[in-house]
T-cell receptor
């Protein structure tokens, strides 16, 4: 059971470039989300999805797009990378939101540097 | 909206000593509370959670936490720390009604001295 898989693990971009961070889970989880982690800031929610075809914005959505065409995949797109998007990105999923029986399962993260 | 404060950025303890990591939350009703641990280069792993009932909850790796409504706190404790406990610890709160999406604290880095 792979859990939550994120690719790539590391990425360096130049300002203005675009890229997609991949996230896949094999647990049939309805809820998926993207966080960014910055020193001293904890984890901040970027976007989330409660099921295929449904996405919504989190705390820091600007500069990021998402889509959810399947239950398994939840890619995060940077259309025009900026140095402020240098961060570690985590994908997380759970069975049904994060209610009593649904803690978040996290991937191992993607470390992104924008120069 | 809910919020979480972890007042300690770093905590240093000696191996074998006891540990308490502080967490204060802000939410109007009884919240859902979590502690997660992040080892270097890894994602977050759930240590324990509180939803209702007994205010002292037991988690994995010998950790426990106590929910104190009067103090809006959910402090994490361990009676004897091991070197492998060195990690980043995050407290999180989620609304008990609605989407349950958690808000994370800024984290506390635990350093363990031999």
């Amino acid at each position: 059971n792979a859990g939550v898989t994120q690719t790539p693990k590391f990425q360096v971009l130049k300002t203005g470039q675009s890229m997609t961070l991949q996230c896949a889970q094999d647990m049939n989880h309805e809820y998926m989300s993207w966080y960014r982690q910055d020193p001293g800031m904890g984890l901040r929610l970027i976007h989330y999805s409660v099921g295929a075809g449904i996405t919504d914005q989190g705390e820091v959505p600007n500069g990021y797009n998402v889509s959810r065409s399947t239950t398994e995949d939840f890619p995060l797109r940077l259309l025009s990378a900026a140095p402020s998007q240098t961060s570690v990105y985590f994908c997380a999923s759970s069975y049904q939101g994060t209610g009593p029986d649904s803690p978040l399962h996290f991937g191992n993260g993607t470390r992104l540097t924008v120069t | 909206a809910q919020s979480v404060t972890q007042p300690d950025i770093h905590i240093t303890v000696s191996e074998g000593a006891s540990l308490e990591l502080r967490c204060n939350y802000s939410y109007g009703a009884t919240p859902y509370l979590f502690w997660y641990v992040q080892s270097p280069g890894q994602g977050l792993q759930l240590l324990l959670k509180y939803f209702s009932g007994d205010t002292l909850v037991q988690g994995i790796k010998g950790f426990e936490a106590e929910f104190k409504r009067s103090q809006s706190s959910f402090n994490l404790r361990k009676p004897s720390v091991h070197w492998s406990d060195a990690a980043e610890y995050f407290c999180a709160v989620a609304a008990s009604g609605g989407s349950y999406i958690p808000t994370f604290g800024r984290g506390t880095s635990l350093i363990v001295h031999p």
